[in-house]
């Protein structure tokens, strides 16, 4: 049942990543097997155990057509390998499996649904025509369905390209039925837009509604579209490319956002509250979001960024690494995030300084330092005038280090790379608005090998970054242009 090319990949991926030591990979986020990875994909709760998907290259650490890997966890941060699940085998995906989703059948089997790509020449430029398609399978094999594709061009609104129309996300309804939303693009509208599919047996599907059009508001085309409900409101998420600055609200490039609201499913309209942006880092792109079996929405995504995805040479034996998971939550129409609680299991050696008071200068303390860490730290002003800028160093030795910057009066935070082993003149700095009550500010850093995650307040502004610094810059400094009391709380995470 499988063919040449599902088996090919499997034997090349077992070869060769026998090259990786555990110590060329981050410690507890997931990476590819070998070669490339893209962005998740399938992310379910499957017979017991989280199954993660992802947009896969075996061959070398570039994309290139597209394969589904696979990976199973019980806690989200020890990842198992499975064999590749799908490759780009079939005359209706003989291009690339693109981005989708899974949810378990009635009769206990495993669906996902991918966008199948065919190239075609289109004035003298190839362009792929994309259309959805079915694998169902039992946790390891999957065999692609007969009737592929289950949704193409001929099921969309006018007006849709059929070359822009990809990464469905699946869920099935309290009423029973499945559901699906998908982008395409609309060229006339200015660009991506999300239409919702429905379905009784998750194999034959139709187009209900359009969700959102983007109309050139948050870049061109969108991908990997979520919809999901959570604490009483409807949440659209999306990845936008080609964006144009607005603010500190969204940056140039791609990027992904949220928009809160009320869905009126008798209408199939989705009435807006607010719209911000998920990530105000530099590495995080198209999330996908899981309940998990104690209710938790839990989101995971690519922790990187198209526009500095591709400087490395194909040599490398893996590239493209996951964020930590993320528990979701919405209050006043804002998205929070935080950890998986999942993590503070791995805990260990806690540091605790309370209330150290510095100024103009830079410390460090005792016990404070590693790469492998989760840290909580609290900054407050001492003194009569508010500090003009404090900074958090880490994974620093005398040649590198990486930073988050916070100036009180600005209420800007800000993370820069420049020193983090980047030879490339690409982003290394992103700045994000956080509210500032009186020049205090609270924040946790997530620290692996390779990244760096940072946790603002009750997680309402997240900044992601990778970082490419050599394992032995293992220090952590504190600065302030001022004078502060600073409480740190650090644990190695020993996985
Ligand atoms: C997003 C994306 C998806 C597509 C996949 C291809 O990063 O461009 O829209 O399905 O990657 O690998």
């Given at each position: 049942m499988l063919t040449q090319a599902l088996r090919d990949a499997r034997r090349f991926e077992e070869e060769k990543e026998r090259e990786i030591t555990p110590e060329m990979r981050p410690a507890y986020h997931l990476s590819a097997r070998v070669g490339w990875l893209n962005d998740p994909n399938g992310f379910c709760y499957f017979q017991g155990?989280?199954?993660?998907?992802?947009?896969?290259?075996?061959?070398?650490?570039?994309?290139g057509p597209m394969h589904w890997g696979h990976a199973t966890s019980t806690d989200l941060l020890h990842w198992d390998y499975l064999p590749a699940a799908m490759a780009p085998d079939q005359p209706y995906d003989r291009d690339g499996c693109f981005s989708g989703s899974a949810l378990m059948l009635p009769d206990g089997r495993h669906l996902?649904?991918?966008?199948?790509?065919?190239?075609?020449?289109?004035?003298?430029?190839m362009r792929g025509i994309q259309a959805q398609c079915i694998a169902i399978g039992d946790g390891i094999d999957y065999g692609k369905y007969e009737k592929n594709p289950v949704i193409s061009i001929s099921n969309l609104p006018k007006g849709s390209s059929k070359y822009d129309f990809r990464d469905p996300k699946l869920w099935q309804g309290k009423d029973g039925r499945y559901y699906a939303v998908a982008v395409t693009d609309n060229p006339s509208k200015g660009g991506g837009q999300v239409l919702l599919f429905v379905s009784n047996d998750a194999l034959k599907w139709r187009y209900e509604t359009t969700i959102m059009s983007n109309n050139e508001r948050i870049g061109l085309m969108w991908e990997c579209p979520d919809f999901f409900e959570i604490d009483g409101k409807s949440v659209l998420?999306?990845?936008?490319?080609?964006?144009?600055?607005q603010d500190l609200k969204y940056y140039n490039g791609n990027g992904t956002f949220y928009i809160t609201g009320e869905y009126d499913k008798e209408k199939g309209s989705f009435k807006e509250e607010s719209d911000h942006a998920v990530d105000y880092?530099?590495?995080?792109y198209a999330p996908q979001t899981v309940v998990a079996p104690d209710g938790r929405r839990l989101m995971i995504a690519w922790m990187q960024n198209w526009d500095t995805c591709n400087l490395h040479t194909p040599d490398v034996p893996w590239f493209g690494q996951m964020t930590v998971p993320r528990e979701l939550s919405v209050k006043d129409g804002r998205l929070y995030q935080k950890p998986i609680r999942e993590i503070e299991q791995f805990r260990k050696n806690r540091i605790l300084h309370k209330n150290i008071q510095f100024s103009h200068g830079e410390i460090s303390l005792p016990g404070?330092?590693?790469?492998?860490v989760d840290m909580i730290l609290e900054i407050m002003p001492a003194g009569k005038d508010i500090y003009q800028k404090f900074a958090l160093r880490f994974a620093e030795n005398a040649k590198y280090h990486t930073a988050v910057s916070f100036r009180p009066h600005e209420g800007i935070l800000k993370i820069d790379r420049k020193f983090s082993g980047s030879r490339r003149a690409i982003i290394h700095q992103r700045r994000a608005a956080v509210g500032c009550k009186d020049g205090g500010i609270r924040m946790?850093?997530?620290l692996d090998r390779y990244s760096a995650e940072i946790f603002v307040g009750d997680?309402?502004?997240?900044?992601?970054?990778?970082i490419s610094t050599e394992l032995s810059a293992e220090d952590i400094t504190f600065f302030v242009d001022g004078s502060v009391y600073i409480s740190v709380e650090k644990y190695d995470l020993v996985m």
């Open positions: 155990k989280y199954h993660l998907f992802y947009q896969y290259h075996p061959y070398n650490s570039h994309w996902l649904m991918y966008t199948g790509v065919v190239n075609e020449e289109q004035d003298g430029r998420m999306c990845s936008a490319m080609d964006m144009l600055p880092g530099i590495d995080f404070v330092r590693g790469r492998c946790r850093l997530l997680g309402e502004k997240v900044m992601t970054t990778t």
